[in-house]
């Protein structure tokens, strides 16, 4: 079987990993590609990587025949996923990537994103879309909200840890370097090469970043009790990539133990030995994540890093991941490629 | 079938990208790995992006068991291929990604590399790996030279157009800006990051750069006349891609339809729209080549711009296109993954 | 004495290299910041890397007391300037880096700039701003064009050779690799740091880089005769620099002594010894050119390269050394620092 | 007066950046340059970027007349200078940028640097070179030790807050991203440009970097107990520039105050208002410091965020800072540039 792909919002890079990815599924195949302002364009136009695909040109959404589809992703900005997914046939299998419905608790959407939720209804039914730790649940889905970049590499490295009481619940502390591609292909000063090239600096610093929404919320469901960590996120003149170092109070040898011990088998996560380190160099262009784990030269600290393609495993990768167990393929189909270095 | 590949000269750039192109081909295994100093360890210790693939430790080429082995690729420095491969057994289909054997005169091969050929014999089976121009060769070749990737980026913009005389033979520049990674992964200082980014220059101008002596022995077939380009790289602040100008006297558009033609049908050609120029990042991490034409502001001027790969289409990608046919699989198999962009 | 200086458009990249200069420069001092959008702004929130100066609140132009200005720094768009220099103070000392005034025919401002010039009678008055090559107009000047940044980098190559006769007229070829901050802070998808790095492509190919109306003017008048050469920019994953290549038919050996004994005793310009190449990371951030010859193997065939920072050389160091002149300060006043590397 | 410079191990970063400081510092001339291996050479062959300044050739250290020098910069490796500097003449003036004699405990040496210290006795005249905080030692100093460029990124952020018993004692953790040119010109394969570019990772993590020496000695000094911090530096695509993250648990606004106030008219520290943060790219090429105060959402929470440039204010430009005290000049002369952006 192959199944028909829609992939909404198609000329942002997360539509474009997505297009990247299913050339090579054995299992799937873009039928229609929605591009509200791009509409009528080839997709040649819009991504010049991608002239030698035979995809279908840009429409409007109101211009696909979702009955000939089988899976939805909707790579729409925040808030417009809001507007267009409750209008989508009943049934239809989607993929979100937008932060619109990660969020269950509808105060907690309001109080990040700054407006009401347009769609609360919606949001009850989305699994929220980390793979490794909702199996089941998004086997079984009809709809998935994808995590936020950011939050998906934290979570790998820390839900384990909170589950089995392995680190004290206070003053953890997130410190994330991540690569541009994250903040899409918006015309923005500081996206700028001139600007970013030799310029890195922190942004969203003192608790202002909206993947804390998600932390709070996956984290103190793992430790069943409120969590709230810290997370500053820096931007580098790299393009693909996010290197997360977690400071958290724990012994680092058992937290090793926990870390691998959780993944063991997990096709796309990696558990560094014992004091290795991860790079962004290691998973660039694949699904993979690596984790690591330090001790401190204070006992009972440690440090555990993660490293992860924003683009593939924080976004599009862990979309396929997800509506390959949505569409009964295995869960791995057309995400080994290897990482591409240099 | 799935073929057993041997890959010698593993701990190199070309080496990782054999194994990474290999990881996804449906039909090729690597079997054994040799890196003479690095000999014992293993790949993911050379190559931490290859940790999560089942890889065998290396070797030296010695350890190799050849007679399980179905395609050897050589991915030697210049001069041990020469030493190397003639003691390989009678009958491994071989393809060699090192300069040894891609010029035929041992007369060029000494000018150029400033030493007397050491294989003089086995020089003269070995079959020049530039695909699209030797397919049938190719296909029925043991033994096959892969290009230069500088090389391959200027013969697929001026072959065509020697051949058929669609251009003066005299005058023709080739100004190329190329990625870092074609100097391999050598501990030179100018290949450290503080000295390339922000720093661009030319090197081997004047005529000195040793893709010249395939240059003349190609394109002169080509043109059944002496032909002698000028040809000059410039080191640019990026890891992989090589950006050609070809500076030519000829009419614009008949140089545009010639190589429409002569690539129609070609699945890793790809001849952009008159006008069209092409880009690095359009061919990242893949097998394709962009070819564009603009004609100059003089009629009677025009200029050829390519891009590809260096690491894929300009060497490895272009070894396993080379080695499919040699096995008698179809020449695409492996090799159609998209670009990686951003 | 210092003089009081006026900078209309201080919130581009050559404003801000500007105030860079000038807050080194033992006798100029900041009067003035203009920047229409932005008036009303402190300059350290719009470089806040000249956070720590003591500076002028920018206003609009009309709020500046010109009677209190000694120099008037022109850094606007293009078109902008042809509005609002006409409207200057009678007596202003101007020196301009917008593209308005460098054209002397009007016909050939409106064939690369698409429409007609606003203010040809003060185009009169302009004296072009290549300073080794218009040095005493320069100095009775009120009004002086800047150059175009790959206009100068060309000029300096050329011109000496073409006054002198020693290159053929006919068929020579500029390739330029460019830094990114020559396109200025504009917010243009192609500048972004994701679409640039690892991604280099050519931009107005085929005759339609608008600095070569300064290549005809210029080279032209050197040769007194037409000359009418090839250019083609590329555009560089890297943030300050342009290396040019200059391929002509002449003798290396006497391109080279030229070149050296027209910028002998010239402090900005410096001539490599013959056969070494020039490379932006020895002139980054400092006032300098590098030029380099190297020979062909096809005699009577030579290249010449060049090499000088955009924002200095290019463009604001030329500037203030104009300045200098106009003002009888030293030309070499305040622009002596040594360039940033690495 | 002009006081005449030598340079000892003038041939790595640190050295070049001393000689373009100096080359535009009105009181000091480059009067010698010392590099063991590279004796004989042009500097202009070691350092192209330096090559239209008039600097003497390299030589050996002893053939220094250095009765004719008033300040001597040691820019030598590690344990070198231990062995260099007690060999110099008594009495002249030295500044070491090593690490060699910055910790003034010798077990504290042994234990970071893995072998005793050779020079114990000369250790104990060296005066910590963080201007600020030591200016009056230094003033009267004959031998100067320069800090590490991370530590002086850290000390600039803590050290009055541990001073005034503004935040606790326990669990401040130092999360640093650092630009490559902070290694040094060593040939390695991780300081590779294929490697680095898009390739992010941490080094020396958990607990490993020897720049835990100096917070240590200095932190605690400060504090007036023993106080010792995490501190994890991440390697960053880019070549210049230190940002520091340094979370606390505080009152954020009064540690803004009193950073504000400490700094208060420090020329080369630079507060940011309450809530802002720094960027490298406002300290590029400069002597500067930029700090900056976020509150997190925790109350009691604080990050402490710092930027400098880790060849100027973090090596080579403190270095002058502080020689410019020894020899009475003012402290600022020849380091006021701007920063370089972009």
């Known amino acids: 079987m192959t199944a028909k792909i829609a992939i ?3 000329s942002g890079y997360t539509g474009a ?4 990815i299913i ?4 299992h799937m195949e873009v039928a229609a590609l929605a591009a509200d302002r791009k509409a009528g364009m080839e997709m040649r136009d819009v991504f010049p990587h991608l002239a030698t695909l035979d995809l279908p040109r840009l429409v409007k959404i109101d211009q696909i025949d979702f009955s000939a589809i089988d899976m939805c992703f909707c790579a729409l900005p925040h808030v417009t996923s809001q507007q267009v997914i409750p209008s989508l046939p009943e049934g239809l299998k989607v993929v979100d990537l937008s932060a619109d419905f990660r969020l269950r608790d509808p105060g907690a959407y309001e109080k990040w994103y700054g407006q009401p939720h347009q769609a609360v209804e919606l949001q009850k039914e989305a699994v929220y879309g980390l793979t490794e730790f909702y199996r089941d649940e998004i086997r079984n889905a009809r709809f998935v909200a994808g995590t936020g970049c950011n939050a998906a590499t934290g979570l790998f490295s820390l839900v384990p840890l909170f589950s089995k009481g392995l680190i ?5 502390i997130l410190d994330m370097k991540v690569g541009v591609s994250g903040a899409g292909r918006a015309l923005k000063e500081n996206l700028l090469h001139a600007e970013l090239s030799e310029g890195w600096m922190p942004y969203a610093a003192g608790g202002k970043h909206r993947h804390l929404g998600e932390f709070d919320q996956e984290f103190s469901k793992a430790a069943g009790r409120e969590i709230r960590v810290q997370f500053t996120p820096t931007l580098i003149p790299a393009n693909r990539g996010i290197l997360s170092a ?3 109070q724990g012994d680092a040898a058992a ?3 926990a870390l691998s011990d959780t993944y063991q088998g997990e096709p796309f996560v990696h558990v560094l030995s014992f004091g290795q380190v991860p790079s962004t160099r290691s998973v660039r262009g694949s699904n993979m994540v690596q984790l690591g784990v330090a001790a401190e030269r204070d006992q009972g600290r440690a440090t555990v890093f993660a490293a992860l393609d924003n683009l593939t495993k924080g976004s599009s990768g862990q979309a396929v991941q997800n509506a390959n167990l949505m569409l009964g393929f295995d869960e791995t189909e057309g995400l080994m490629m290897a990482p591409l270095f240099p």
């Open 8 to 10: 909404l919002g198609a």
């Open 23 to 26: 050339a090579s599924h054995p």
């Open 246 to 248: 977690a400071y958290v």
């Open 17 to 20: 990993e997505l297009v990247r």
């Open 168 to 172: 004290a619940p206070e003053g953890v």
């Open 255 to 257: 937290i090793h133990a």
